[in-house]
Protein backbone atom coordinates (compact mmCIF):
# COMPACT_ATOMS: atom_id res chain seq x y z
CA UNK A 1 0.00 0.00 0.00
CA UNK A 2 0.92 3.43 -0.78
CA UNK A 3 1.01 6.36 1.70
CA UNK A 4 2.05 9.76 2.25
CA UNK A 5 3.85 11.62 4.73
CA UNK A 6 3.88 16.25 4.86
CA UNK A 7 6.24 16.88 7.26
CA UNK A 8 5.73 20.34 8.37
CA UNK A 9 1.86 20.96 9.69
CA UNK A 10 2.04 24.33 9.34
CA UNK A 11 4.72 26.50 7.48
CA UNK A 12 4.08 30.37 8.52
CA UNK A 13 5.74 33.09 5.77
CA UNK A 14 5.87 36.23 5.18
CA UNK A 15 4.08 37.58 2.04
CA UNK A 16 6.42 37.55 -0.90
CA UNK A 17 9.10 35.34 0.33
CA UNK A 18 9.46 31.68 -1.20
CA UNK A 19 7.97 28.90 0.02
CA UNK A 20 8.65 25.14 -0.26
CA UNK A 21 5.79 22.60 0.95
CA UNK A 22 7.66 18.87 1.64
CA UNK A 23 5.77 15.55 0.55
CA UNK A 24 7.36 12.10 0.89
CA UNK A 25 5.44 9.07 -0.33
CA UNK A 26 6.07 5.73 -0.16
CA UNK A 27 4.89 3.15 -2.61
CA UNK A 28 6.05 -0.26 -4.16
CA UNK A 29 4.94 0.37 -7.59
CA UNK A 30 4.86 3.62 -9.83
CA UNK A 31 2.52 6.23 -8.50
CA UNK A 32 0.98 9.29 -9.56
CA UNK A 33 1.14 12.57 -7.69
CA UNK A 34 -0.93 15.33 -6.57
CA UNK A 35 -1.17 18.34 -4.95
CA UNK A 36 -4.14 19.88 -3.80
CA UNK A 37 -5.41 23.36 -1.98
CA UNK A 38 -8.31 24.28 0.70
CA UNK A 39 -9.30 27.39 1.14
CA UNK A 40 -11.50 28.10 3.94
CA UNK A 41 -15.01 27.10 3.51
CA UNK A 42 -14.03 25.63 0.08
CA UNK A 43 -13.74 22.02 -1.65
CA UNK A 44 -10.19 21.18 -2.62
CA UNK A 45 -8.92 22.06 -5.49
CA UNK A 46 -6.25 20.85 -8.04
CA UNK A 47 -2.95 22.99 -8.21
CA UNK A 48 -0.98 20.34 -9.97
CA UNK A 49 -0.16 16.90 -10.64
CA UNK A 50 2.89 14.86 -12.10
CA UNK A 51 1.75 11.56 -14.14
CA UNK A 52 4.64 11.19 -16.25
CA UNK A 53 7.62 13.20 -18.37
CA UNK A 54 9.24 15.99 -17.36
CA UNK A 55 9.86 15.81 -14.00
CA UNK A 56 8.86 19.72 -12.75
CA UNK A 57 5.56 20.57 -13.05
CA UNK A 58 4.12 23.89 -12.85
CA UNK A 59 0.42 24.27 -11.77
CA UNK A 60 -2.04 27.27 -11.60
CA UNK A 61 -1.60 30.41 -8.61
CA UNK A 62 2.45 30.27 -10.03
CA UNK A 63 2.75 26.60 -8.05
CA UNK A 64 5.33 23.97 -9.19
CA UNK A 65 6.22 20.65 -7.81
CA UNK A 66 9.44 18.03 -8.58
CA UNK A 67 9.08 14.41 -8.90
CA UNK A 68 12.45 12.80 -7.35
CA UNK A 69 12.08 9.28 -7.79
CA UNK A 70 15.49 8.61 -5.84
CA UNK A 71 14.46 10.50 -2.92
CA UNK A 72 10.70 9.32 -3.38
CA UNK A 73 9.44 13.43 -3.13
CA UNK A 74 7.30 15.91 -4.66
CA UNK A 75 7.85 18.84 -2.71
CA UNK A 76 5.62 22.08 -3.74
CA UNK A 77 7.34 25.45 -4.18
CA UNK A 78 6.33 28.91 -5.12
CA UNK A 79 8.81 31.67 -5.70
CA UNK A 80 7.12 34.35 -3.56
CA UNK A 81 3.45 34.01 -2.06
CA UNK A 82 0.74 35.91 -1.18
CA UNK A 83 -1.91 36.57 1.33
CA UNK A 84 -4.49 35.06 -0.88
CA UNK A 85 -1.78 32.05 -0.84
CA UNK A 86 -3.26 30.98 3.10
CA UNK A 87 -4.96 27.51 2.89
CA UNK A 88 -4.30 24.41 3.34
CA UNK A 89 -2.04 22.10 1.09
CA UNK A 90 -2.67 18.25 0.25
CA UNK A 91 -0.52 15.93 -1.41
CA UNK A 92 -1.70 12.92 -2.72
CA UNK A 93 -0.98 9.77 -5.07
CA UNK A 94 -2.77 7.38 -6.32
CA UNK A 95 -1.42 4.51 -8.27
CA UNK A 96 -1.89 3.89 -11.96
CA UNK A 97 -4.55 1.66 -12.17
CA UNK A 98 -6.46 3.12 -9.72
CA UNK A 99 -8.10 6.51 -11.01
CA UNK A 100 -8.51 9.27 -8.92
CA UNK A 101 -8.39 6.96 -5.82
CA UNK A 102 -6.36 9.22 -3.69
CA UNK A 103 -4.11 8.38 -0.53
CA UNK A 104 -3.72 12.27 1.09
CA UNK A 105 -1.09 13.31 3.44
CA UNK A 106 -1.82 14.76 6.90
CA UNK A 107 -1.71 18.23 5.56
CA UNK A 108 0.09 21.53 5.52
CA UNK A 109 -1.25 24.77 7.06
CA UNK A 110 0.39 27.42 4.86
CA UNK A 111 0.03 30.92 6.73
CA UNK A 112 1.10 33.98 4.77
CA UNK A 113 1.60 37.29 7.02
CA UNK A 114 1.51 40.52 5.61
CA UNK B 1 -24.54 25.56 -10.14
CA UNK B 2 -21.61 23.86 -12.38
CA UNK B 3 -19.84 21.98 -9.37
CA UNK B 4 -20.42 18.97 -7.00
CA UNK B 5 -23.47 19.61 -4.38
CA UNK B 6 -23.47 18.11 -1.55
CA UNK B 7 -26.34 18.35 1.25
CA UNK B 8 -26.98 19.43 3.58
CA UNK B 9 -23.94 20.88 4.43
CA UNK B 10 -24.25 20.44 8.22
CA UNK B 11 -25.67 17.89 10.09
CA UNK B 12 -26.02 17.03 14.06
CA UNK B 13 -27.12 13.74 14.70
CA UNK B 14 -27.27 11.21 18.04
CA UNK B 15 -25.31 8.52 18.78
CA UNK B 16 -27.37 5.58 17.02
CA UNK B 17 -29.06 7.62 14.53
CA UNK B 18 -29.09 6.73 11.09
CA UNK B 19 -27.98 9.46 8.88
CA UNK B 20 -27.70 9.99 4.59
CA UNK B 21 -25.40 12.64 3.22
CA UNK B 22 -26.39 13.18 -0.29
CA UNK B 23 -24.06 14.17 -3.86
CA UNK B 24 -24.83 15.59 -7.04
CA UNK B 25 -21.99 15.46 -9.19
CA UNK B 26 -21.50 17.54 -12.18
CA UNK B 27 -23.75 16.34 -15.01
CA UNK B 28 -22.10 13.62 -17.15
CA UNK B 29 -19.59 12.20 -14.60
CA UNK B 30 -19.45 8.74 -15.04
CA UNK B 31 -16.97 8.24 -11.72
CA UNK B 32 -17.54 9.54 -8.15
CA UNK B 33 -16.00 9.09 -5.50
CA UNK B 34 -16.78 9.77 -1.45
CA UNK B 35 -13.67 10.25 1.15
CA UNK B 36 -14.14 11.05 4.87
CA UNK B 37 -12.33 13.83 6.56
CA UNK B 38 -11.00 13.96 10.52
CA UNK B 39 -10.52 16.87 12.35
CA UNK B 40 -6.20 18.04 11.58
CA UNK B 41 -6.12 14.78 8.96
CA UNK B 42 -6.41 14.85 5.24
CA UNK B 43 -8.92 12.90 3.34
CA UNK B 44 -9.22 9.19 3.44
CA UNK B 45 -10.97 7.25 0.18
CA UNK B 46 -14.27 5.67 1.08
CA UNK B 47 -15.76 4.16 -1.92
CA UNK B 48 -15.48 4.52 -5.74
CA UNK B 49 -18.47 4.26 -8.36
CA UNK B 50 -18.05 3.72 -11.77
CA UNK B 51 -21.64 3.89 -12.89
CA UNK B 52 -24.09 2.89 -11.29
CA UNK B 53 -21.83 0.01 -9.75
CA UNK B 54 -19.59 0.52 -6.59
CA UNK B 55 -16.24 -0.51 -8.18
CA UNK B 56 -14.32 0.00 -5.24
CA UNK B 57 -15.56 0.16 -1.74
CA UNK B 58 -12.26 -0.80 0.38
CA UNK B 59 -12.07 1.97 2.08
CA UNK B 60 -15.55 1.70 3.95
CA UNK B 61 -14.73 1.29 7.72
CA UNK B 62 -17.30 -1.23 8.37
CA UNK B 63 -20.67 -2.36 7.85
CA UNK B 64 -22.83 0.44 9.13
CA UNK B 65 -21.12 2.66 6.18
CA UNK B 66 -23.07 1.66 2.71
CA UNK B 67 -23.54 3.76 -0.10
CA UNK B 68 -25.43 4.05 -3.54
CA UNK B 69 -25.67 5.44 -7.05
CA UNK B 70 -28.69 3.99 -8.28
CA UNK B 71 -29.18 5.81 -11.81
CA UNK B 72 -25.65 6.49 -12.15
CA UNK B 73 -26.08 10.73 -10.95
CA UNK B 74 -26.52 11.20 -7.41
CA UNK B 75 -25.28 9.24 -5.09
CA UNK B 76 -26.21 8.84 -1.13
CA UNK B 77 -24.05 7.59 1.71
CA UNK B 78 -25.80 5.91 4.46
CA UNK B 79 -24.61 5.70 7.81
CA UNK B 80 -25.97 3.17 10.03
CA UNK B 81 -26.06 3.37 14.28
CA UNK B 82 -24.04 6.79 14.32
CA UNK B 83 -21.12 7.12 16.84
CA UNK B 84 -19.05 9.66 17.85
CA UNK B 85 -15.98 8.46 16.11
CA UNK B 86 -18.40 8.92 12.55
CA UNK B 87 -17.90 12.67 13.37
CA UNK B 88 -16.19 13.98 10.12
CA UNK B 89 -16.61 16.09 6.91
CA UNK B 90 -17.61 13.68 4.10
CA UNK B 91 -16.22 14.69 0.68
CA UNK B 92 -17.92 13.49 -2.77
CA UNK B 93 -15.52 14.00 -5.88
CA UNK B 94 -16.10 13.05 -9.57
CA UNK B 95 -14.86 13.07 -12.96
CA UNK B 96 -15.65 12.48 -16.33
CA UNK B 97 -14.34 8.81 -16.51
CA UNK B 98 -11.91 7.24 -14.30
CA UNK B 99 -8.85 8.10 -16.36
CA UNK B 100 -5.58 9.98 -15.07
CA UNK B 101 -6.16 12.97 -17.22
CA UNK B 102 -9.41 13.77 -16.05
CA UNK B 103 -9.50 16.00 -12.68
CA UNK B 104 -11.48 15.18 -9.79
CA UNK B 105 -14.07 18.10 -9.04
CA UNK B 106 -14.73 18.05 -4.90
CA UNK B 107 -17.32 19.74 -3.30
CA UNK B 108 -17.37 21.53 -0.29
CA UNK B 109 -18.36 18.39 1.84
CA UNK B 110 -20.90 17.38 4.73
CA UNK B 111 -19.76 18.51 8.23
CA UNK B 112 -21.33 15.54 10.09
CA UNK B 113 -21.42 15.68 13.97
CA UNK B 114 -22.63 12.97 16.01
CA UNK B 115 -23.99 13.78 20.34
Known amino acids: AQSVTQLDSQVPVFEEAPVELRCNYS??????LFWYVQYPNQGLQLLLK??????LVKGINGFEAEFNKSQTSFHLRKPSVHISDTAEYFC????????????FGGGTRLMVKP | GAGVSQTPSNKVTEKGKYVELRCDPISGHTALYWYRQSLGQGPEFLIYFQGTGAADDSGLPNDRFFAVRPEGSVSTLKIQRTERGDSAVYLCASSLTRGMNTEAFFGQGTRLTVV
Open chain 1, 27 to 32: SSVSVY
Open chain 1, 50 to 55: YLSGST
Open chain 1, 92 to 103: AVTLNNAGNMLT
